[in-house]
Antibody, heavy 126, light 106 residues
Framework: QVTLKESGPVLVKPTETLTLTCTVS??????????VSWIRQPPGKALEWLAH???????SYSTSLKSRLTISKDTSKSQVVLTMTNMDPVDTATYYC??????????????????WGQGTLVTVSS | DIQMTQSPSSLSASVGDRVTITCRAS??????LGWYQQKPGKAPKRLIY???SLQSGVPSRFSGSGSGTEFTLTISSLQPEDFATYYC????????FGPGTKVDIK
């Protein structure tokens, strides 16, 4: 059974750095066909992809937030960590982690998001 | 970056209606697209992957089609549990979500 669970602070102050942890079970972060992504959703708004990481340590970041984000993993602990610097009230959102899985698609390997964590609401306020 | 648009942004429908949602990509993405359903206070749930493949356990009234830049999600006969917000997600180049389509009760 695949599960992902986000953990981290509920409240952060403006200019502080946010650190979120995603703990996974039911699959390994060393699996070459899987990765983990972070996604956020401000209250009442749409989903926004932030970053992802794969078993070979391949990392990618949202173009608009790249300068503020760092993603890393600890395979032995089954954890993926996202840090976001210089937090602002507009960063108030529910933050989700989700599994990325490779699949065969019409003769080539594609990758999409299948399982999601429950999400964690982070409020940025002084 | 690839941009995604969805139409309509919202719709009102009745139980039993056929509902179609469209997603368009700013450039060709082959069939690297998924559809997700999200209910209030819950995480999204994948319905469709590879543009037209039904996720295991998802009712067959959901279907997807399209390739390249234009994609559709169809619900053949809307059920009470289908009232939700639907998002498309492209994963051809990084990841981009569409802005969502809210389906509510007429």
């Amino acid at each position: 059974q695949v599960t992902l669970k986000e953990s981290g602070p509920v409240l952060v102050k403006p200019t502080e750095t946010l650190t979120l942890t995603c703990t996974v079970s039911g699959f390994s972060l060393s699996n070459a066909r899987m990765g983990v992504s972070w996604i956020r959703q401000p209250p009442g708004k749409a989903l926004e992809w932030l970053a992802h990481i794969f078993s070979n340590d391949e990392k990618s970041y949202s173009t608009s937030l790249k300068s503020r984000l760092t993603i890393s993993k600890d395979t032995s602990k089954s954890q993926v960590v996202l840090t976001m610097t210089n937090m602002d009230p507009v960063d108030t959102a529910t933050y989700y982690c989700a599994r990325i899985i490779y699949y065969d698609s019409s003769g080539y390997l594609s990758r999409g998001i299948d399982y999601w964590g429950q999400g964690t609401l982070v409020t940025v306020s002084s | 970056d690839i941009q995604m648009t969805q139409s309509p942004s919202s719709l009102s429908a009745s139980v039993g209606d056929r509902v179609t949602i469209t997603c368009r990509a700013s450039q060709g993405i082959r069939n690297d697209l998924g559809w997700y359903q999200q209910k209030p206070g819950k995480a999204p749930k994948r319905l469709i992957y590879a543009a037209s493949s039904l996720q295991s356990g998802v009712p067959s009234r959901f279907s997807g089609s399209g390739s390249g830049t234009e994609f559709t999600l169809t619900i053949s006969s809307l059920q009470p549990e289908d009232f939700a917000t639907y998002y498309c997600l492209q994963h051809n180049s990084l990841f981009t979500f569409g802005p969502g389509t809210k389906v509510d009760i007429k």
